[in-house]
């Protein structure tokens, strides 16, 4: 069952900041949000994740709105090596098992 | 520090056949968890294995089948294959310590039945 919602596909301009929007309006208290990548063929890859506050990692930001219905990753300088599919996931960080991955939004890095 | 890897990278196998995927987890963690991903879909949770004990299944028949070793290695047998088995299938590692459990994944396997 999906707990996210994200758009299927977005385009950005190289150099340009990628902000990538999430719905997660049935959070519980006690989900993170998740954010993982998956560049053609290869395994996904951590991105970020976060509670209630916005953080910030060498990769990218998350900011988490005050309610934690709904969140936005930013890419501050997107490259063609950012060209993916992002998943946005909610899960519980202790004790958890499953992620579950949905379909995710296709970011296309335009030069 | 290694990260997760895999193997094969990639395998054919034909219907009715038997498969083991080899799975090697990161460094210092302690779980494994095996997805499904076929393509044009995102992955799929198949069970993930804590301390060498089945710590949850999602929806995939018994035909598929795990195991975990001493040291966090871990193997997914698929028995019976059949033609929708044919997917990338990826593990992931993470270390459960009550706090941080962030699954790290590896490359996958590329599994074809014909």
């Known amino acids: 069952d999906a707990k996210t919602t994200q758009p299927t596909s977005m385009d950005c301009a190289e150099g340009r900041a990628a902000n990538l929007p999430c719905n997660h309006s049935?959070?519980?208290?006690?989900?993170?949000v998740y954010w993982y990548r998956q560049i053609h063929s290869q395994g996904p890859q951590y991105i970020i994740h976060g509670l209630k506050n916005n953080e910030t990692n060498e990769m990218a930001s998350l900011i988490i709105t005050e309610d934690r219905k709904s969140s936005t990753l930013i890419l501050p300088h997107a490259t063609l090596r950012d060209t993916a599919v992002y998943y946005c996931?909610?899960?519980?960080?202790?004790?958890?098992?499953?992620?579950?991955f949905g379909t995710g939004t296709r970011l296309t890095v335009i030069p | 520090e290694t990260g997760v890897t895999q193997s094969p990278t990639h395998l054919i196998k034909t219907r009715g056949q038997q498969v083991t995927l080899r799975c090697s987890s990161q460094s210092g963690h302690n779980t494994v968890s095996w997805y499904q991903q076929a393509l044009g879909q995102g992955p799929q949770f198949i069970f993930q294995?804590?301390?060498?004990?089945?710590?949850g299944r999602g929806n995939f028949p018994p035909r598929f089948s795990g195991l975990q070793f001493p040291n966090y290695s871990s193997e997914l047998n698929v028995n019976a294959l059949e033609l929708d088995d044919s997917a990338l299938y990826l593990c992931a590692s993470s270390f459960r310590a009550g706090v941080t459990d962030t699954q790290y994944f590896g490359p996958g396997t590329r599994l074809t039945v014909l």
């Open positions: 294995y804590y301390r060498e004990e089945e710590n």
């Open positions: 996931i909610v899960n519980l960080q202790t004790g958890a098992n499953n992620l579950f």
């Open positions: 049935t959070i519980s208290g006690n989900e993170y």
